[in-house]
């Protein structure tokens, strides 16, 4: 599974709504829209830490570096090489 | 004073017994009829009126010894018994792990040198002691909290409870929010009154994973906040449908002219999966932002509180300054998260 297929489906399993209305593109800000709290936030770093072996530093922790699934990639990218 | 002998001067929250031999005279294996040592049972009670709590780490048969603890009418008091023939080592890193303390909290007790040496060796912050102690537990210091409070008292129970709401998530299929809505969650924030005072400073000296600043106050620092009219001293209780969780949270805001400046705020480790820390702070935001001032935050980096350190940033707090591990927070409000609808939020003056 490629790195954006494995946050997508983080996302997807974890979000607030029912599965079936939620519908969110990759660019798309997960926190404006709604679908994710601030509990979400905490598991989403610790799943992003954790699945890609890397330790997000402190300045890298603001939202708008988790708002969206590019947003991670490119987060991620900054510490990995990773495939897409 | 080293650190090891430091960590171990720390209020107890758990005591892990040993059976064979500890609480009971006997090997349960080879005697059915092991008889519980004189005045264990008093031992056991007058440390859960205290708010410690009790668990188990023995070698043993579960079924057989579950059966002689029901037998004895003991079985209650222990909280994630780990009976099995594994390292006693593990059974004191999943009970730490499972109540979600830390291990220079700990206190073993165990009449075999051999097993307080495993023990020690790899857990160096648990205290272990030798079982012909067991009298003297209830004398020791670390085993008497400054004050018993109602939460004290009534901290097993809660623990059961704790117990079992995870069983029942383990078993929900919806979305962690879903979860929360079907526990009818009701979280209240008010002015903290002089009865929330000991709680209050109870919650400052046993909270460290999620206390901004690990700054503890004591009774009378925090009866002085009270009376100010320069701060402001909130208390949070939360309840659900299977009780309450008792008081677990608290802020400490100092009045300024151009701000409001959170001096600490804390949550006990047990509501951490409830999101009520943000409920907090949106609350906070909201009550600066009416008063037409912007918010600031002290917090101090632990190696133990990074999960509220990140509750501030997605919070919208950018760090003004930091110096030693101490970071000044500013928010300017213009984004304050709402209020989750898992739950009701009552607000009392």
């Known amino acids: 599974m490629s790195a954006r297929q494995k946050i997508r489906e983080y996302i997807n399993s974890n979000l607030v709504v029912l599965d079936d209305e939620a519908e969110f593109e990759d660019a798309d800000n997960i926190f404006q829209k709604g679908y994710v ?48 | ?83 099995h023939w594994n390292p006693k080592s593990h059974s004191i890193a999943n009970i730490q792990k499972n109540i979600n303390i830390g291990m220079d909290t700990i206190v073993f007790i165990d009449d075999q040198k051999f097993e307080r040496d495993e023990v020690q060796y790899n857990h160096e912050q648990v205290e272990c002691i030798d ?58 924030i008010s002015k903290a009154t002089e009865e929330d005072l000991k709680r209050a400073e109870e919650l400052t000296v046993r909270t460290h994973q999620l206390n901004s600043t690990g700054i503890t106050f004591d009774y009378n620092e925090l009866r002085f906040f009270t009376h100010s009219e320069k701060h402001r001293l909130y208390v949070c209780e939360l309840t659900d449908k299977y009780g309450s969780y008792g008081k677990i949270g608290l802020a400490l805001v100092e009045i300024t002219d151009t701000h409001f400046h959170l001096k600490l705020l804390l949550m006990s480790c047990r509501v951490m999966s409830r999101g009520v820390g943000s409920v907090l702070m949106s609350f906070l935001m909201n009550e600066a932002k009416d008063a037409g001032k912007k918010l600031l935050a002290d917090f101090k980096k632990t190696d133990r509180n990074r999960q509220m350190y990140v509750t501030y940033k997605f919070a919208n707090f950018i760090e003004l300054d930091e110096k030693e591990n101490i970071v000044l927070f500013e928010n300017d409000l213009s984004f304050i998260p709402l209020y989750p609808k898992y739950l009701k939020l009552t607000i009392t003056e």
């Open chain 2, 131 to 188: 079982a012909v102690k067991y009298t003297e537990l209830t004398e020791m210091p670390r085993m008497n909290p400054r004050f018993i409070t109602v939460d004290s008292g009534r901290r097993r129970q809660m623990y059961m409870q704790d117990i079992h709401r995870k069983n029942i998530e383990a078993e929900y299929t919806g979305t962690p929010e879903d979860f929360l809505s079907t526990l009818e969650l009701e979280f209240t």
């Open chain 2, 1 to 83: 004073m080293s650190t090891t002998t430091e960590a171990k001067t720390k209020e107890v929250k758990c005591v892990v017994w040993d059976l064979d031999n500890t609480v009971w005279d006997g090997v349960l294996l080879e005697d059915e009829n092991v008889q519980l040592k004189p005045g264990i049972r008093e031992v056991l009670q007058t440390l859960d009126s205290r708010g410690i709590l009790h668990s188990i780490a023995s070698k043993n048969n579960y079924e057989d010894a579950i059966k002689k603890l029901e037998e004895f009418g003991i079985k209650d008091y222990f909280l994630y018994p780990e009976i």
């Open chain 1, 37 to 84: 709290n601030s509990l979400f936030a905490m598991k989403l770093l610790n799943f992003v830490e954790s699945e890609f072996q890397c330790k997000v530093d402190d300045s890298d922790i603001v939202i708008s570096n988790f708002s969206s699934v590019d947003n991670i990639i490119n987060l991620v990218k900054k510490k990995k090489d990773i495939e897409e």
